[in-house]
């Protein structure tokens, strides 16, 4: 994965577990959830996917090949910690 945008990457996810009242905040705000702590983590998940994918785009010109998103995979499953302690 290019540097600059696993830079970015990094800066996110530990901005978005900073960020965790807002994300509490709007699983509460739906009611009922099964699983909340599931629910913000996908949350999470979905905040990263989607600054990897546009960072790609604005970065690389061109969308993230099969080879940057096994990366962005490893990234995340390397992160698994930080993300679980936060919804713990």
């Given at each position: 994965?290019?540097?600059?945008?696993?830079?970015?990457?990094?800066e996110k996810i530990h901005e978005s577990?900073?960020?965790?009242?807002?994300?509490?905040?709007?699983?509460?705000?739906?009611?009922?959830?099964?699983?909340?702590?599931?629910?913000?983590?996908?949350?999470?998940?979905?905040?990263?996917?989607?600054?990897?994918?546009?960072?790609?785009?604005?970065?690389?010109?061109?969308?993230?090949?099969?080879?940057?998103?096994?990366?962005?995979?490893?990234?995340?499953?390397?992160?698994?910690?930080?993300?679980?302690?936060?919804?713990?």
């Amino acid at each position: 994965m290019d540097e600059k945008i696993q830079k970015v990457l990094e800066e996110k996810i530990h901005e978005s577990t900073s960020k965790g009242n807002e994300i509490t905040l709007l699983v509460k705000s739906l009611g009922q959830i099964e699983n909340p702590k599931v629910f913000g983590r996908g949350i999470i998940i979905g905040r990263l996917y989607n600054s990897f994918y546009y960072q790609s785009r604005r970065i690389l010109k061109r969308s993230p090949t099969d080879q940057e998103f096994s990366e962005f995979v490893e990234l995340l499953k390397e992160h698994t910690n930080e993300l679980e302690d936060y919804f713990s």
